[in-house]
């Protein structure tokens, strides 16, 4: 036998290295293990309800059993709410914020919402918020008509021109006839 500079070789397995590889393997297969007994127990309470429900419908009549099943196809024949896009949200939100604080008309919302200096929303989300939002359009242009009136000191008909301005407010010729006509 030498002695000194001799040294065996381990192999993998007596290494510390080894037992850590494998301890590791057992633990992905024991949690592979375990979910799928998670869900054939899932499956299992679910086996054990149906039966307990047929049992129960046995002592129905055929025609209490029917009109239960018409009743839960009806149920499940309702239409389902269509799915609203985020960005559509926000848009009509941001559309209420400025109807509700900013008193601004219609058209001015929808060119504030998708303007590239602006919300920069796209035009579907803007047109889905305007389609949805709930303002008084008169009330608006009142509001700006009052503002303009005592804070400018602005003749009627000069208000009126600033409501329907294309440049000013953008509100229609009946929202601003409506607002100059309850002028105080």
Known sequence: ???GNYSAKKKWYQKKRGWIVIAAIILVFAGINGI???NTDKSDKNKVSQVAKDKSNSKKSTKEVYSEKI???EKSAEPQ???VPTEYKSALRKAESYAD????SKL???KQLTSEYGEKFSTEAAQYAMENIKADWNKNALFKAK???EDMS???ESIRDQLTSEYGEQFTAEEANYAISNLK
């Open 147 to 149: 503002s303009y009136q």
């Open 154 to 156: 602005m003749s009627p």
């Open 108 to 110: 001015g919302i929808q």
């Open 101 to 104: 604080n900013m008193h601004m």
């Open 81 to 83: 709410k269509p799915v």
């Open 1 to 3: 036998m030498r002695r």
């Open 71 to 73: 009743e839960n196809t």
């Open 36 to 38: 799928k007994n998670t």
